[in-house]
T-cell receptor
Framework: EDQVTQSPEALRLQEGESSSLNCSYT??????LFWYRQDPGKGPEFLFT???AGEEKEKERLKATLTKKESFLHITAPKPEDSATYLC???????????FGQGTELSVKP | ETGVTQTPRHLVMGMTNKKSLKCEQH?????MYWYKQSAKKPLELMFV???????ENNSVPSRFSPECPNSSHLFLHLHTLQPEDSALYLC???????????FGPGTRLTVL
């Protein structure tokens, strides 16, 4: 069964304190792994898609990496506006639907 | 309007009411989705439409009835809901069912 587990559930950082969010997955043939950001009361906002182990993508202070079992979302020198819930999802080759993790709630304090 | 829009943004209804949620995408996509997001739980896929045809119903109770009149519009008709149906209902669209999905802002539904 396809499954996604994100850790930690919640993460509190001071502004400028770099850290990483983890997304562990099991899927029968990975088509793609997706990262989204979700602000309270809003819909998820697309960040990255990763397709194969070793792939990396960056956007401002965020960098996503992928291995055969997990993905990391690295946040470098975060700012308070980076506070949000970060969602990870996988899509299997044979099934189009996304399987989401429960998310990591990130809080960055000034 | 750009992206994916949803109306209403907030809805409070009684268990005997009938209401509808509306979603419209302005991205020229062919696939549309309904998701349910409950507190502290992963997003749950409810329905998938591709070129107006329903391709997936994720064992959703019949009190939720989707309608897709064209590739740009998606509705979720609600009747005889239960309090446990209270959640954020999200609509999404993608170019095709294997492509990146883009989400609307959601409708916060409260069932009394």
């Amino acid at each position: 069964e396809d499954q996604v587990t994100q850790s930690p559930e919640a993460l509190r950082l001071q502004e400028g304190e770099s850290s990483s969010l983890n997304c562990s997955y099991t899927v029968s043939g990975l088509r793609g792994l997706f990262w989204y950001r979700q602000d309270p009361g809003k819909g998820p906002e697309f960040l990255f898609t990763l397709y194969s182990a070793g792939e990396e993508k960056e956007k401002e202070r965020l960098k996503a990496t992928l291995t055969k079992k997990e993905s990391f979302l690295h946040i470098t020198a975060p700012k308070p506006e980076d506070s949000a819930t970060y969602l990870c999802a996988v899509q299997a080759i044979l099934r189009g639907k996304l399987i989401f993790g429960q998310g990591t709630e990130l809080s960055v304090k000034p | 309007e750009t992206g994916v829009t949803q109306t209403p943004r907030h809805l409070v209804m009684g268990m005997t009411n009938k209401k509808s949620l509306k979603c419209e995408q302005h991205l020229g996509h062919n696939a549309m989705y309904w998701y349910k997001q409950s507190a502290k739980k992963p997003l749950e896929l409810m329905f998938v439409y591709n070129f107006k045809e329903q391709t997936e119903n994720n064992s959703v109770p019949s009190r939720f009835s989707p309608e897709c009149p064209n590739s740009s519009h998606l509705f979720l008709h609600l009747h005889t809901l239960q309090p446990e149906d209270s959640a954020l209902y999200l609509c999404a669209s993608s170019q095709d069912p294997t492509d990146t999905q883009y989400f609307g802002p959601g409708t916060r539904l409260t069932v009394l």
